[in-house]
T-cell receptor, first 116, second 111 residues
């Protein structure tokens, strides 16, 4: 079946503009994660959705960042008033969210955001 | 809080074994993972180990876990040029929840 997809694959924007990044998780996966990977760095956790529970937003770096997940499926990460330090690859992952398993996260290819 | 550390670079010759090391701080980790990231791609899960295990073997991959020292390693036997990538260690303390990732080890395999 289809894996995790993200769009756009690349986004170039001007400082101060808002951007929306989209993630389509694997069908049936209840858990969805957003990470940020800056050049040469590891993954920085941003936000985690699990079913109907309140999302874990503990990784969002500022109030310019927000995310929502509609109908328990597609998620959108929004960055308002983008800054140059927001330039990074934004990775989305999903997992089955089932207890008693390793709950492997499956990653999308990422969206490369460049803020000029 | 949780912290995961890895050495940044490793270079080996084709055919040799590679050993990538990782240390973590969260003693309540239940699953530890190794992911591979090739250029321009997302992360691909290679293998994982449950915290009550010491070793897991999967074809050319061997994972060793020393829970006392909070040390995890990934051994790749007969390393090939196609194994060149960035390898991330990650931990999670529940079996459904966010993972903490290391900064990744860039493995370069020379012919």
């Amino acid at each position: 079946g289809a894996g995790v997809s993200q769009s756009p694959s690349n986004k170039v924007t001007e400082k101060g503009k808002d951007v929306e990044l989209r993630c389509d998780p694997i069908s049936g996966h209840t858990a969805l994660y957003w990470y940020r990977q800056s050049l040469g760095q590891g993954l920085e956790f941003l936000i985690y959705f699990q079913g109907n529970s309140a999302p874990d937003k503990s990784g969002l770096p500022s109030d310019r960042f927000s995310a929502e997940r509609t109908g328990g499926s597609v998620s959108t990460l929004t960055i308002q008033r983008t800054q140059q330090e927001d330039s990074a690859v934004y990775l989305c992952a999903s997992s089955s969210g089932l207890a008693g398993e390793a709950d492997t996260q499956y990653f999308g290819p990422g969206t490369r955001l460049t803020v000029l | 809080g949780e912290d995961v550390e890895q050495s940044l670079f490793l270079s080996v010759r084709e055919g040799d074994s590679s050993v990538i090391n990782c240390t973590y701080t969260d003693s309540s980790s239940t699953y530890l993972y190794w992911y591979k990231q090739e250029p321009g791609a997302g992360l691909q899960l290679l293998t994982y180990i449950f915290s009550n295990m010491d070793m897991k073997q999967d074809q050319r991959l061997t994972v060793l876990l020393n829970k006392k020292d909070k040390h995890l390693s990934l051994r790749i036997a007969d390393t090939q040029t196609g194994d060149s990538a960035i390898y991330f260690c990650a931990e999670t303390y529940t079996n459904a929840g966010k993972s903490t990732f290391g900064d990744g080890t860039t493995l370069t395999v020379k012919p």
